[in-house]
């Protein structure tokens, strides 16, 4: 166990629909990344907060977007989701940015999410 | 050029045997380095961490860094069947302050 939580564990949507999927990071953990992961790929970086602050982003589109709170939890937002979007969404949390001995990372559970 | 490329397998290596998994990278800034397991429908899970050139030692596994070649790999001694798994290097992009993954290499340990 890493002590990060995702929920929900698995979604249905549809194409158009927006989402929001929700992470709880480690106590402590000041930086929370985001990541897809398609079948049979690697987990490709969206995006990673630190201190609540949007701080480095991946090639993923405006319509993906993030927010951290300060009782370490996060939500990733998808908006207009496309058939594409279907994928393990993974959140790993950190005591620091990454560059320092401290990035390294904790992975949730994810959540699979499906557009039909 | 990908910035984290690794093959992708499957590499069946028989039970006993040392498994050996490379790694290489494309940014010469890059600091820190990682070796994640992640078996089918789970998450990734941390392995090893790596930020020095020369080899690191935990148990059955050792990592190796060779930051002027821009390789690092996992060498996992005794292979288990347990060790059956898509082993994920991951690369810290200083640039970027970013973590960027490699598509990750498919293990099979026969028994």
């Known amino acids: 166990e890493t002590g990060v939580t995702q929920s929900p564990t698995h979604l249905i949507k549809t194409r158009g629909q927006q989402v929001t999927l929700r992470c709880s990071s480690q106590s402590g953990h000041n930086t929370v990344s985001w990541y897809q992961q398609a079948l049979g790929q690697g987990p490709q970086f969206i995006f990673q907060y630190y201190r609540e602050e949007e701080n480095g982003r991946g090639n993923f589109p405006p319509r993906f977007s993030g ?7 996060s939500e990733l937002n998808v908006n207009a989701l496309e058939l594409d979007d279907s994928a393990l969404y993974l959140c790993a949390s950190s005591p620091g940015l990454a560059g320092v001995d401290t990035d390294t990372q904790y992975f949730g559970p994810g959540t699979r999410l499906t557009v039909l | 050029q990908k910035e984290v490329e690794q093959n992708s397998g499957p590499l069946s290596v028989p039970e006993g045997a040392i498994a050996s998994l ?3 990278y494309s940014d010469r800034g890059s600091q820190s380095f990682f070796w994640y397991r992640q078996y089918s429908g789970k998450s990734p ?3 090893m961490s790596i930020y020095s050139n020369g080899d690191k030692e935990d148990g059955r596994f050792t990592a190796q860094l060779n930051k002027a070649s821009q390789y690092v790999s996992l060498l996992i001694r005794d292979s288990q069947p347990s060790d059956s798994a898509t082993y994920l290097c991951a690369v810290n992009i200083n640039r970027d302050d970013k973590i960027i993954f490699g598509k990750g ?5 026969l028994p």
């Open chain 1, 67 to 73: 927010l951290q709170f300060p009782n370490y939890s």
């Open chain 2, 22 to 24: 490379n790694c290489t």
């Open chain 2, 45 to 47: 899970e941390l392995i």
């Open chain 2, 105 to 109: 290499t498919r293990l099979h340990i």
